[in-house]
Nanobody, 126 residues
Framework: QVQLVESGGGLAQAGGSLRLSCAAS????????MAWFRQAPGKEREFVAA????????FYSDSEKGRSTISRDNAKNTAYLQMNSLKPEDTAVYYC???????????????????WGQGTRVTVSS
């Protein structure tokens, strides 16, 4: 099995930055593409960004392009989401997800992923 644990969430001011981390453990060799999704109160889960199995290809939602950077360090079994220019509408629970190794890159639908973390809460104040 694969376990994903997010960290780095918290309270930030609008215009500020946060860096989320996702530590993988277990059968990490089974992880292909990884991504971040988020879910705001009363809203549906939405795609934020994805990164290929080797970190060379990234894909972002339109709202995140230019503001966020997804990356991964396979030697550390960790993925990251650097979020800049935060807005109150970025307030949500952020989930790290991983796909089986057969999927190298970089789906934007939650059902394309096999492993999910518990989430880390991000609150952005205006």
């Amino acid at each position: 099995q694969v376990q994903l644990v997010e960290s780095g969430g918290g309270l930030a001011q609008a215009g500020g930055s946060l860096r989320l981390s996702c530590a993988a453990s277990g059968r990490t060799f089974r992880i292909g593409a990884m991504a971040w999704f988020r879910q705001a109160p009363g809203k549906e889960r939405e795609f934020v960004a994805a990164v290929s199995w080797n970190g060379e290809t990234t894909f972002y939602s339109d709202s995140e392009k230019g503001r966020s950077t997804i990356s991964r360090d396979n030697a550390k079994n960790t993925a990251y989401l650097q979020m800049n220019s935060l807005k109150p509408e970025d307030t949500a629970v952020y989930y790290c997800v991983g796909a089986d190794l057969r999927r190298h890159c970089c789906g934007s639908s939650w059902y394309e992923y096999d492993y999910w973390g518990q989430g880390t809460r991000v609150t952005v104040s205006s």
